[in-house]
Protein backbone atom coordinates (compact mmCIF):
# COMPACT_ATOMS: atom_id res chain seq x y z
CA UNK A 1 0.00 0.00 0.00
CA UNK A 2 1.43 3.31 -1.24
CA UNK A 3 -0.08 5.83 1.13
CA UNK A 4 -2.80 8.43 -0.42
CA UNK A 5 -1.91 7.37 -4.11
CA UNK A 6 -2.17 3.74 -5.51
CA UNK A 7 -3.88 0.27 -4.09
CA UNK A 8 -1.12 -2.36 -4.83
CA UNK A 9 -2.24 -6.30 -4.70
CA UNK A 10 0.18 -9.42 -6.03
CA UNK A 11 -1.39 -11.22 -8.92
CA UNK A 12 -1.24 -14.03 -10.84
CA UNK A 13 -0.48 -13.94 -14.60
CA UNK A 14 -3.81 -14.32 -15.73
CA UNK A 15 -4.56 -10.71 -14.26
CA UNK A 16 -2.54 -9.18 -16.30
CA UNK A 17 -5.04 -7.09 -18.75
CA UNK A 18 -4.53 -4.07 -21.44
CA UNK A 19 -3.89 -0.99 -19.61
CA UNK A 20 -3.91 -2.07 -16.30
CA UNK A 21 -0.37 -0.37 -14.16
CA UNK A 22 1.57 -2.96 -12.58
CA UNK A 23 5.07 -2.82 -10.50
CA UNK A 24 7.99 -5.39 -10.34
CA UNK A 25 8.71 -5.55 -14.50
CA UNK A 26 10.92 -2.58 -14.27
CA UNK A 27 13.03 -1.52 -11.18
CA UNK A 28 11.82 1.39 -9.14
CA UNK A 29 8.75 2.12 -11.96
CA UNK A 30 4.96 1.02 -13.10
CA UNK A 31 4.77 -0.02 -16.41
CA UNK A 32 1.43 0.21 -18.69
CA UNK A 33 -0.02 -3.85 -20.04
CA UNK A 34 -0.21 -3.61 -23.81
CA UNK A 35 -0.66 -7.01 -24.76
CA UNK A 36 -0.06 -10.86 -23.67
CA UNK A 37 0.76 -13.39 -25.54
CA UNK A 38 0.64 -17.17 -23.61
CA UNK A 39 3.01 -19.82 -24.40
CA UNK A 40 1.70 -22.98 -22.76
CA UNK A 41 0.03 -22.37 -19.12
CA UNK A 42 3.66 -21.26 -17.50
CA UNK A 43 5.10 -18.52 -19.06
CA UNK A 44 3.57 -15.39 -21.54
CA UNK A 45 5.23 -12.92 -23.46
CA UNK A 46 4.09 -9.31 -21.62
CA UNK A 47 4.12 -6.55 -23.97
CA UNK A 48 4.48 -3.44 -22.12
CA UNK A 49 4.82 0.45 -22.29
CA UNK A 50 7.26 2.57 -19.77
CA UNK A 51 6.29 6.27 -18.10
CA UNK A 52 8.21 7.62 -21.27
CA UNK A 53 6.49 5.70 -24.05
CA UNK A 54 8.75 3.22 -24.54
CA UNK A 55 7.74 -0.15 -25.76
CA UNK A 56 9.22 -3.27 -25.04
CA UNK A 57 8.72 -7.12 -24.58
CA UNK A 58 9.69 -9.67 -21.59
CA UNK A 59 8.79 -13.06 -20.99
CA UNK A 60 7.24 -14.11 -17.90
CA UNK A 61 7.03 -17.28 -15.89
CA UNK A 62 5.17 -18.71 -12.83
CA UNK A 63 8.37 -17.88 -10.70
CA UNK A 64 7.65 -14.32 -11.74
CA UNK A 65 4.44 -13.84 -9.80
CA UNK A 66 5.23 -12.83 -6.35
CA UNK A 67 7.19 -9.79 -7.79
CA UNK A 68 4.50 -8.58 -9.72
CA UNK A 69 1.52 -6.35 -8.33
CA UNK A 70 -1.41 -4.56 -9.87
CA UNK A 71 -1.43 -0.86 -9.21
CA UNK A 72 -4.24 0.33 -11.37
CA UNK A 73 -6.75 -2.07 -12.74
CA UNK A 74 -6.69 0.09 -15.86
CA UNK A 75 -7.24 3.40 -14.28
CA UNK A 76 -4.72 6.20 -14.73
CA UNK A 77 -6.04 7.63 -11.42
CA UNK A 78 -8.31 6.12 -8.53
CA UNK A 79 -9.90 7.95 -5.28
CA UNK A 80 -9.38 5.30 -2.67
CA UNK A 81 -6.44 6.62 -0.98
CA UNK A 82 -6.46 7.56 2.60
CA UNK A 83 -8.09 10.80 2.62
CA UNK A 84 -7.32 12.02 6.38
CA UNK A 85 -3.71 11.70 5.51
CA UNK A 86 -4.35 13.55 1.95
CA UNK A 87 -6.32 16.25 4.26
CA UNK A 88 -2.89 16.35 6.39
CA UNK A 89 -0.72 17.46 3.73
CA UNK A 90 -3.01 19.83 1.98
CA UNK A 91 -3.40 21.45 5.41
CA UNK A 92 0.51 21.44 6.00
CA UNK A 93 1.07 22.71 2.88
CA UNK A 94 -1.61 25.82 3.24
CA UNK A 95 -0.09 26.75 6.19
CA UNK A 96 3.83 26.60 4.75
CA UNK A 97 2.06 28.71 2.11
CA UNK A 98 -0.09 31.30 4.31
CA UNK A 99 2.16 33.86 4.25
CA UNK A 100 1.96 35.04 0.62
CA UNK A 101 -2.01 35.51 1.53
CA UNK A 102 -1.26 37.48 4.79
CA UNK A 103 1.37 39.36 5.21
CA UNK A 104 1.26 40.05 8.98
CA UNK A 105 0.65 36.00 9.68
CA UNK A 106 2.61 36.26 12.69
CA UNK A 107 0.19 38.39 14.34
CA UNK A 108 -2.60 36.82 13.35
CA UNK A 109 -1.22 33.22 15.07
CA UNK A 110 -0.03 34.98 18.06
CA UNK A 111 -1.55 36.24 21.08
CA UNK A 112 -0.17 39.82 20.73
CA UNK A 113 -2.04 43.15 19.91
CA UNK A 114 1.35 44.68 18.45
CA UNK A 115 1.36 48.85 18.39
CA UNK A 116 1.71 50.73 14.99
CA UNK A 117 5.41 51.56 15.42
CA UNK A 118 6.00 47.63 16.63
CA UNK A 119 4.25 46.65 12.97
CA UNK A 120 6.27 49.03 11.44
CA UNK A 121 9.79 47.84 12.66
CA UNK A 122 8.97 44.42 12.15
CA UNK A 123 7.20 44.46 8.73
CA UNK A 124 8.18 47.57 6.91
CA UNK A 125 11.45 47.79 8.13
CA UNK A 126 12.97 44.21 9.36
CA UNK A 127 11.37 41.77 7.25
CA UNK A 128 12.52 43.26 3.99
CA UNK A 129 16.15 43.46 4.57
CA UNK A 130 17.15 39.78 4.46
CA UNK A 131 19.63 38.97 5.80
CA UNK A 132 18.83 41.06 8.46
CA UNK A 133 21.35 43.27 10.48
CA UNK A 134 19.53 45.20 12.53
CA UNK A 135 19.47 47.33 16.25
CA UNK A 136 16.61 47.16 17.71
CA UNK A 137 17.06 49.84 20.23
CA UNK A 138 13.56 51.68 21.30
CA UNK A 139 12.90 52.78 24.85
CA UNK A 140 12.46 50.51 28.03
CA UNK A 141 8.77 49.68 27.87
CA UNK A 142 8.37 49.77 24.30
CA UNK A 143 7.92 46.05 23.61
CA UNK A 144 10.80 44.79 21.74
CA UNK A 145 10.39 41.42 22.68
CA UNK A 146 7.17 41.85 20.92
CA UNK A 147 8.68 42.83 18.10
CA UNK A 148 11.68 40.42 18.08
CA UNK A 149 8.72 36.93 18.40
CA UNK A 150 6.93 38.69 15.80
CA UNK A 151 9.80 38.66 13.30
CA UNK A 152 11.30 35.41 14.71
CA UNK A 153 7.67 33.95 13.93
CA UNK A 154 7.55 35.41 10.85
CA UNK A 155 10.58 34.29 9.64
CA UNK A 156 9.90 30.63 10.95
CA UNK A 157 6.66 30.61 9.10
CA UNK A 158 7.96 31.69 5.61
CA UNK A 159 10.75 28.86 6.21
CA UNK A 160 13.58 31.60 6.41
CA UNK A 161 14.85 30.61 10.00
CA UNK A 162 15.22 27.28 11.56
CA UNK A 163 17.79 27.70 14.55
CA UNK A 164 17.73 31.16 16.31
CA UNK A 165 20.21 32.02 19.30
CA UNK A 166 18.96 34.69 21.77
CA UNK A 167 21.59 36.19 24.10
CA UNK A 168 20.09 38.03 26.90
CA UNK A 169 20.75 38.86 30.60
CA UNK A 170 20.63 36.26 33.20
CA UNK A 171 17.81 37.82 35.06
CA UNK A 172 15.81 37.99 31.91
CA UNK A 173 16.17 34.38 30.18
CA UNK A 174 12.95 32.89 32.08
CA UNK A 175 11.19 36.68 31.31
CA UNK A 176 11.95 35.64 27.01
CA UNK A 177 11.33 32.03 27.80
CA UNK A 178 7.70 32.71 28.81
CA UNK A 179 7.06 35.84 26.93
CA UNK A 180 7.82 33.63 23.54
CA UNK A 181 5.78 30.34 24.61
CA UNK A 182 2.75 31.83 25.73
CA UNK A 183 2.62 34.86 23.17
CA UNK A 184 4.43 33.13 20.20
CA UNK A 185 4.56 29.18 21.07
CA UNK A 186 8.04 29.21 20.14
CA UNK A 187 9.58 26.50 22.33
CA UNK A 188 12.85 28.36 23.31
CA UNK A 189 15.30 26.04 25.87
CA UNK A 190 17.62 28.15 28.13
CA UNK A 191 21.17 27.00 27.91
CA UNK A 192 22.45 25.55 31.41
CA UNK A 193 25.75 23.66 32.58
CA UNK A 194 23.53 20.66 33.07
CA UNK A 195 22.28 20.25 29.74
CA UNK A 196 25.54 20.98 27.88
CA UNK A 197 26.45 17.91 30.34
CA UNK A 198 23.34 15.71 29.54
CA UNK A 199 24.00 16.47 25.23
CA UNK A 200 24.07 13.29 23.53
CA UNK A 201 26.34 14.46 21.11
CA UNK A 202 28.23 15.96 23.18
CA UNK A 203 27.13 19.61 21.09
CA UNK A 204 23.89 20.83 22.96
CA UNK A 205 23.53 22.99 20.36
CA UNK A 206 23.33 20.87 17.37
CA UNK A 207 20.24 19.13 19.45
CA UNK A 208 18.39 22.20 20.31
CA UNK A 209 17.08 24.83 17.75
CA UNK A 210 15.31 27.53 19.72
CA UNK A 211 17.69 28.33 22.34
CA UNK A 212 18.36 31.37 24.55
CA UNK A 213 21.72 32.40 26.66
CA UNK A 214 22.25 34.24 29.33
CA UNK A 215 24.88 36.41 29.08
CA UNK A 216 25.89 37.39 32.93
CA UNK A 217 25.01 34.32 34.45
CA UNK A 218 28.13 32.90 36.73
CA UNK A 219 28.80 29.90 34.61
CA UNK A 220 28.72 31.79 31.38
CA UNK A 221 32.59 32.00 30.71
CA UNK A 222 33.32 28.15 31.46
CA UNK A 223 30.35 27.74 29.40
CA UNK A 224 31.74 29.26 26.51
CA UNK A 225 35.10 27.92 27.00
CA UNK A 226 33.89 24.27 27.01
CA UNK A 227 31.93 24.93 23.86
CA UNK A 228 35.37 25.56 22.37
CA UNK A 229 35.38 22.06 21.46
CA UNK A 230 31.85 22.21 20.31
CA UNK A 231 31.62 25.35 18.86
CA UNK A 232 28.23 27.01 18.77
CA UNK A 233 29.79 28.13 14.94
CA UNK A 234 29.71 24.62 14.15
CA UNK A 235 25.61 25.09 12.91
CA UNK A 236 23.74 27.96 11.28
CA UNK A 237 22.29 30.59 13.48
Known sequence: MEAGCFYSTMIKLEQLQPNAAVRGIVPDALITVVNMQWFGSEALELTYKTADGKVANQLLYRD???TLEIVEQGRPWSFDGDGALFRLVS???RIRLAHLFDP???VHTSV???LPHQITA???TMLPRQP???LLADDPGAGKTIMAGLLIKELVARGDLQRCLIVCPGSLAEQWQDELYRRFHLPFEIFTNDKLEAA???NWFMETNLVIAASTS???TRMCSRSCKHPIAAGTW
Open 218 to 220: SHA
Open 64 to 66: SEP
Open 91 to 93: EAQ
Open 112 to 114: VEP
Open 132 to 134: LRF
Open 122 to 124: VYE
Open 104 to 106: VLA
Open 200 to 202: RTG
